[in-house]
Protein backbone atom coordinates (compact mmCIF):
# COMPACT_ATOMS: atom_id res chain seq x y z
CA UNK A 1 0.00 0.00 0.00
CA UNK A 2 1.35 3.30 -0.86
CA UNK A 3 2.37 5.58 1.88
CA UNK A 4 2.53 9.38 1.50
CA UNK A 5 3.48 11.96 4.14
CA UNK A 6 3.58 15.77 3.60
CA UNK A 7 5.71 17.79 5.63
CA UNK A 8 6.56 21.59 5.97
CA UNK A 9 2.85 23.25 6.45
CA UNK A 10 2.59 25.88 9.23
CA UNK A 11 1.52 29.26 9.64
CA UNK A 12 3.37 32.19 7.49
CA UNK A 13 3.03 35.96 7.14
CA UNK A 14 1.34 37.04 4.13
CA UNK A 15 4.17 37.15 1.73
CA UNK A 16 6.18 34.69 3.60
CA UNK A 17 7.28 31.72 1.67
CA UNK A 18 6.87 27.71 2.71
CA UNK A 19 8.34 24.53 1.28
CA UNK A 20 6.23 21.33 1.37
CA UNK A 21 7.22 18.05 0.92
CA UNK A 22 6.06 14.15 0.49
CA UNK A 23 7.49 11.34 1.22
CA UNK A 24 6.48 8.26 -0.79
CA UNK A 25 6.93 4.56 0.22
CA UNK A 26 6.11 1.24 -1.17
CA UNK A 27 6.00 2.80 -4.57
CA UNK A 28 7.49 3.02 -7.25
CA UNK A 29 7.90 6.70 -7.32
CA UNK A 30 9.49 7.35 -10.97
CA UNK A 31 6.88 5.73 -12.68
CA UNK A 32 3.70 8.20 -10.73
CA UNK A 33 2.53 11.24 -11.30
CA UNK A 34 3.20 13.58 -8.33
CA UNK A 35 0.77 16.13 -7.49
CA UNK A 36 -0.36 19.16 -4.84
CA UNK A 37 -3.63 19.69 -3.62
CA UNK A 38 -5.60 21.35 -1.40
CA UNK A 39 -8.99 22.33 0.06
CA UNK A 40 -9.98 25.53 2.00
CA UNK A 41 -12.98 25.39 4.86
CA UNK A 42 -15.93 25.09 2.90
CA UNK A 43 -14.27 24.25 -0.18
CA UNK A 44 -13.76 21.67 -2.35
CA UNK A 45 -10.64 20.19 -3.13
CA UNK A 46 -8.35 21.48 -5.62
CA UNK A 47 -5.18 21.05 -7.87
CA UNK A 48 -2.42 23.07 -6.98
CA UNK A 49 0.28 21.39 -9.30
CA UNK A 50 1.50 18.53 -10.46
CA UNK A 51 4.60 17.05 -12.04
CA UNK A 52 4.52 14.35 -14.34
CA UNK A 53 7.02 10.86 -14.45
CA UNK A 54 8.77 13.16 -16.86
CA UNK A 55 9.29 16.41 -15.43
CA UNK A 56 6.51 17.96 -16.93
CA UNK A 57 4.61 20.56 -14.65
CA UNK A 58 1.25 22.17 -14.72
CA UNK A 59 -0.26 24.69 -12.14
CA UNK A 60 -3.08 26.31 -11.40
CA UNK A 61 -3.77 29.75 -12.79
CA UNK A 62 -4.06 31.09 -9.39
CA UNK A 63 -0.49 30.04 -8.15
CA UNK A 64 1.53 30.20 -11.52
CA UNK A 65 4.52 32.42 -10.62
CA UNK A 66 4.12 32.10 -7.11
CA UNK A 67 4.35 28.36 -6.80
CA UNK A 68 6.87 25.89 -7.60
CA UNK A 69 6.44 21.37 -7.72
CA UNK A 70 10.04 19.94 -7.82
CA UNK A 71 10.84 15.47 -7.54
CA UNK A 72 13.35 13.80 -6.43
CA UNK A 73 13.20 10.96 -7.37
CA UNK A 74 16.23 9.41 -5.56
CA UNK A 75 14.82 10.43 -2.71
CA UNK A 76 11.12 9.71 -3.34
CA UNK A 77 10.06 13.19 -2.77
CA UNK A 78 7.75 16.00 -3.99
CA UNK A 79 8.25 19.57 -3.20
CA UNK A 80 6.05 22.53 -3.63
CA UNK A 81 7.84 25.73 -2.73
CA UNK A 82 5.25 28.53 -1.88
CA UNK A 83 6.05 32.13 -2.85
CA UNK A 84 4.30 35.46 -1.69
CA UNK A 85 1.82 33.43 -0.08
CA UNK A 86 -1.77 34.97 0.48
CA UNK A 87 -4.35 34.45 2.65
CA UNK A 88 -6.45 32.75 0.17
CA UNK A 89 -3.59 30.21 0.23
CA UNK A 90 -4.33 28.84 3.37
CA UNK A 91 -5.75 25.45 3.58
CA UNK A 92 -4.88 21.65 4.04
CA UNK A 93 -2.36 20.95 1.39
CA UNK A 94 -2.83 17.12 0.22
CA UNK A 95 0.15 15.17 -1.64
CA UNK A 96 -1.21 12.80 -4.33
CA UNK A 97 0.12 10.38 -6.29
CA UNK A 98 -0.98 8.30 -9.46
CA UNK A 99 0.08 5.72 -11.96
CA UNK A 100 -1.08 6.44 -15.60
CA UNK A 101 -5.23 5.86 -15.06
CA UNK A 102 -5.17 4.02 -11.91
CA UNK A 103 -6.68 5.20 -8.79
CA UNK A 104 -5.05 7.97 -6.87
CA UNK A 105 -3.29 7.72 -3.77
CA UNK A 106 -3.84 10.60 -0.93
CA UNK A 107 -1.50 11.90 1.87
CA UNK A 108 -3.43 12.79 5.13
CA UNK A 109 -2.38 16.41 4.75
CA UNK A 110 -0.66 19.55 5.84
CA UNK A 111 -1.54 22.34 7.19
CA UNK A 112 -0.78 25.97 5.70
CA UNK A 113 -2.10 29.41 7.43
CA UNK A 114 -1.35 32.49 5.64
CA UNK A 115 -2.33 35.43 8.27
CA UNK A 116 -0.93 38.58 9.86
Known amino acids: QVQLVESGGGLVQPGGSLRLSCTAS????????MGWYRQAPGKQRELVAV???????NYADSVKGRFTISRDNAKKTVYLQMNSLKPDDTAVYYC??????????WGKGTLVTVSS
Open 96 to 105: NAQLGDGKPD
Open 26 to 33: RIFFSLYT
Open 51 to 57: MSRGGSP
